[in-house]
């Protein structure tokens, strides 16, 4: 959750809302589906933290990339 506030203070948000619905999308699909063949909520809590380590995961890797990086300051 830093690094998305760390990009909105930025002004570089496109990363973080995209990693941020990844994480949703994970959640409730690996939710559902752990849910469906488990019926466990150990699994379900499984999925959610995937889809967080998912959201850390890519918000990383962007910043590293360069999402920063303003190519205007050249």
Do not use: E, H, K
Request: aromatic share 14%; net charge neutral; hydrophobic share 60%.
């Amino acid at each position: 959750m830093a690094l998305y506030f760390a990009s909105q203070g930025g002004a570089r948000l496109f990363w973080p809302l995209m990693s941020g619905t990844l994480r949703v999308v994970v959640a409730i699909a690996g939710g559902w589906l752990m849910l469906y063949l488990t019926d466990s909520l150990t699994w379900l809590f499984a999925a959610l933290g995937l889809g967080l380590i998912v959201y850390g995961i890519v918000l990383t890797v962007a910043i590293i990339s360069g999402a920063w990086f303003d190519r205007t300051d050249l």
